[in-house]
Nanobody, 123 residues
């Protein structure tokens, strides 16, 4: 019933920037805590960042140093991930996810997932 659609991925050179978007439909967006996850080839899906209903944010160890910024625009029902100073190790499929209630970084606690958008960082 809830649908999430990611966009904004692509091919960039190391040091470049991308902004990912996730549009949510079917339910009241402001009622959902949201998160970004990524999955690199041959690796399991991992947590990147999350944002609460009120705008509090949590980042993984890989993104906490200021390269990535998660935000939400409730009036547009859209989640964003601004990615700066990209590195080859950031290459992955990036997924947005949502859940009713409080924010969490635990992948198993998210109920709704998008199809993902590919981010490739290469020279």
């Amino acid at each position: 019933q809830v649908q999430l659609v990611e966009s904004g991925g692509g091919l960039v050179q190391p040091g470049g920037s991308l902004r990912l978007s996730c549009v949510v439909s079917g339910r009241t967006f402001s009622s959902y805590a949201m998160g970004w996850f990524r999955q690199a080839p041959g690796k399991e899906r991992e947590f990147v960042a999350s944002i609460s209903r009120s705008g509090d944010v949590t980042y993984s160890a890989d993104s906490v140093k200021g390269r990535f910024t998660i935000s939400r625009a409730n009036i547009k029902s859209t989640l964003y991930l601004q990615m700066n100073s990209l590195k080859p190790e950031d290459t992955a499929v990036y997924y947005c996810a949502g859940r009713l209630g409080y924010m969490t970084m635990k992948i198993a606690e998210y109920d709704n997932w998008g199809q993902g958008t590919q981010v490739t960082v290469s020279s």
